[in-house]
Every structure is written in C-alpha cells, then in structure tokens.
C-alpha cells in the first residue's frame, strides 16, 4: 500500500478532500487516502485515483494514473554462498560454525515477480547474528548479511514482504562453534 496526500492551496477554505479509485477490483483506497491493492491482482494493472474538495466534485477535481502492482503471494528465503550461488533455506534448519565478523549473504525472492520484491530482514535473536544492510554502488542494490557475534544457539530469520500483504519466509540457524583450522 502506498499513502497519498493531496496539497490544498493555502487560500482553500476547505482543505479536507475525498478519494475515490476507477476500478476497486484494482485497488481500494481510504478516505485517508491508502491506496492497497485487490487481493487478487496478478499483474501490474493501471487504474486512475480521483480526488476533490469534500462536498464539491467539480471544482478541484484531479485525476492520477496509478500502476498497481500485485501483493505478494509467497516469499522464499536464500543464502548466498561465496562463490555467488543462492539456495533455498524457506522452513528449513541450516548448522553454521561462524566466527565474530563472519558475514554470509542472504536475499529473497517475492512472489508473483510482478510484486514488490523488497522484504524486512529480522533475526530474533540478535545477540548471536545480526542483521547488516549494505548499498552496493556498483549495482544500485541493497544487499542484506547475516553478521556472526561468535555467540552459538538457535536463531530465526524471517523475511517479510514490505508490500503489507505480511507474507515471510523463516529458517532457522543452529550456529556452533567454528571447527579449528589445521594448517
């Protein structure tokens, strides 16, 4: 969902307004001016916002074109290897021995591709891995890292779709202690 506000001239003596939307199978929007899509949107779809003066829908009136995107419908979690590969870990249990400052790479994939794919990254237990976020400008994209404290025990990590359909994917970690290396 996305919050729309309109700007009313200063000199306005009405300054609430009233929303509207062209096809509500679409999207919906509150008299607060929240603008959610349908549930059953499977596809970028357009449709146009209408907002007016309360209590006059003549004068003042204005017409957005909106593009909706589709709610997300599932996420699925995966790590990174170093070598660049994702897997999938979504509802599954990975032992990792991880000294402090070891990071490992974790993205998501949102579902359908048509919606947003940006998710909220969570550890509940971040005492023994934290969450870091990283802007890499050489391709314009945040990237997301599990960041090892050297404390062991289980964690859950969870991403959740930021489209407020509060879809997540979750996996757990069971992070031991590093095996010792022989040289």
């Excluded at 003549?58 to 699925?76: D, E, L, Q, S, Y």
């Excluded at 550890?123 to 890292?145: A, H, L, P, Q």
Aim: glycine share 6%; hydrophobic share 35%.
């Amino acid at each position: 969902s996305i919050k729309l506000k309109a700007q009313v001239h200063a000199s306005a003596k009405n300054k609430k307004v009233d929303w509207t939307t062209w096809d509500r199978s679409v999207a919906k929007i509150s008299s607060s001016g929240k603008l959610t899509a349908a549930k059953d949107i499977t596809e970028e779809t357009m449709t146009y916002v209408e907002c007016w003066p309360t209590g006059n829908n003549t004068v003042g009136f204005v017409k957005i074109p909106v593009i909706v995107k589709p709610r997300a419908t599932n996420v699925h979690a995966r790590m990174i290897t170093e070598d660049g590969t994702p897997f999938y870990v979504s509802n599954t249990t990975q032992t990792v021995g991880a000294w402090e400052g070891n990071r490992i790479e974790i993205s998501a994939l949102v579902y359908p591709f048509e919606a947003r794919q940006d998710v909220t990254w969570k550890s509940n237990k971040t005492k023994i891995v934290k969450i870091v976020e990283e802007f890499d400008e050489e391709t314009g994209k945040t990237r997301y890292f599990m960041e090892f404290t050297g404390k062991t025990g289980k964690v859950t990590i969870t991403a959740t779709a930021k489209d407020g359909s509060k879809e997540k994917a979750t996996f757990t970690l069971n992070v031991v202690a590093p095996s010792p290396v022989v040289q």
